[in-house]
């Protein structure tokens, strides 16, 4: 079944510029550690879901482009054109002269509006191109103009539309230093908004992804790109072709439905967050080696201690605890977990710890709330590597932190004349307070 992938702003185009060339680069890797039968039935399906293919043409896609200004899609495309692998259709990529400005409104109510009926014509050329249809993936920002208010306006469009189909939007959260100065209202606005259309929001945090690069990719001087390449990586272990622990012969079955149906099991828990181990550069992996269990026992560690990577795990948090009193009782709880094996023996990978029914919220039944995928195929070089994506307080701490300093701007009225000129109200920003705090409490009693 195929996804059709809905670019949005600077953010959105160069993170789906990144993901085409990932998906790409695993295609055509050497080191596969599979039969070729068996590699080329996963190369026939990762085309078929990524990528429009016609005889004596180069691959395209399965994408549409979206920017108020048109320097970055022009990149983006001709990026992915001089890679002569694949390419982007001239005909999927909608751009003005003309940007947002970081201003949430102007994108939400003006741009948005204004570009609806040729978005919803390119997204319906594509969707129209598929055998299968999946769902759509948006990416996005949480902090631009562009990015957050055309991209939660075509979220709704898209949700109206496409009633029946799945939705999953993949935000990218701001620095907690500050990009933009109204950052904050903008994401508020943002998530206030997907809450209501999309099926699930992945959030990706710049801060942690900086690290991720610092720490463990040993990135000296850490660029946009550099951070989009570890966006791309984590996306792609989640996409790619992949079947149920259970599963004996090669079905293709990680449908983005079959997803979302396991990872957001109440509309009121959307919000899903991503790690993945182990992330290495290039020269570490080489003299590198891991074994499953390892894997398994520090992803969990990282469930629980809300780590983003396993770098500088705290090893002190335990879901045994039950004492009020002790400071390590704490943990972060789940709603669901999706636990992802690739590499070699991947299906000699015991998924028990995850089964723990400690770990999820005491209204999931036991043995329900950890789903596994696996795939015996070797990705990016990875001999072994295990994703876990999963619906957790994890969001929590840093979403109170961006609608507090929301609320704060909020009550001086900093800047809200600013959203008010294109149509915004205090109404709906006081509507989009009350969602997200509604969404933090409902987390936070897990």
């Not at 691959?59 to 108020?68: G, I």
């Not at 109206?160 to 950052?183: A, K, L, R």
């Not at 070797?378 to 994506?389: A, D, N, P, R």
Request: net charge neutral; with cysteine.
């Amino acid at each position: 079944m195929s996804i059709v992938t809905v670019q949005l702003g600077q953010c959105g185009n160069q993170i789906g510029g990144q993901l085409f060339a990932t998906i790409t680069e695993d295609i055509h890797s050497k080191q596969t550690g599979v039969q070729k039968k068996q590699n080329e039935e996963y190369i026939e399906t990762v085309w078929n879901r990524f990528f429009t293919r016609e005889e004596k043409s180069v691959p395209q896609a399965r994408a549409v482009m979206v920017d108020m200004e048109p320097k970055v899609i022009a990149q983006t495309a001709e990026e992915a054109r001089k890679s002569g692998c694949w390419q982007y259709s001239r005909k999927q990529q909608f751009c003005q002269k003309r940007g947002s400005g970081n201003n949430w409104a102007h994108g939400y109510c003006v741009h948005g509006h204004n570009a609806k009926d040729a978005i919803v014509t390119m997204v319906q050329r594509e969707v129209e191109k598929c055998d299968r249809f999946d769902g759509f993936l948006v990416l996005m920002s949480l902090a631009g103009g562009t990015g957050s208010g055309v991209g939660a306006y075509i979220t709704q469009v898209l949700r109206d539309e496409y009633p029946h189909s799945s939705i999953m939007n993949q935000v990218v959260g701001p620095y907690s230093m500050g990009e933009v100065i109204v950052q904050n209202y903008n994401a508020v606005l943002t998530l206030a908004h997907l809450y209501q259309s999309s099926d699930a929001v992945l959030i990706l945090q710049n801060d942690q992804l900086q690290k991720i690069c610092s720490q463990l990719l040993n990135i000296k001087k850490i660029s946009f790109k550099d951070i989009n390449k570890v966006i791309a990586h984590k996306l792609a272990t989640v996409f790619l072709p992949a079947v149920p622990f259970e599963s004996r012969g090669y079905q293709a079955t990680n449908h983005l439905g079959d997803l979302l149906e396991h990872l957001v099991p109440h509309p009121e828990y959307k919000l899903l967050t991503v790690c993945n181990i182990p992330q290495l550069s290039a020269t570490t992996l080489q003299y590198s080696t891991y074994q499953w269990p390892g894997l398994v026992k520090h992803l969990r560690q990282m469930l629980i201690a809300n780590a983003a990577m396993e770098e500088g795990i705290d090893w002190h948090v335990k879901v045994s605890s039950v004492d009020p009193l002790d400071r390590w009782s704490s943990f972060n709880k789940s709603m669901a977990s999706l636990l992802i094996a690739r590499g070699k023996d991947a299906n000699s990978v015991d998924i028990t710890p995850f089964q723990d029914p400690r770990l999820y919220a005491s209204w999931i039944l036991p043995g329900c709330g950890v789903s596994a995928w696996k795939q015996t195929r070797m990705f990016s070089q990875y001999e072994k590597c295990l994703t876990l994506l999963s619906n957790s307080q994890s969001p929590v701490e840093p979403l109170s932190q961006v609608i507090d300093k929301a609320w704060q701007m909020f009550a001086a009225r900093a800047y809200v004349h600013q959203y008010m000129k294109h149509g915004l109200t205090e109404e709906d920003f006081l509507d989009s307070f009350a969602c997200l705090e509604q969404v933090v409490k409902n987390y936070k009693e897990l």
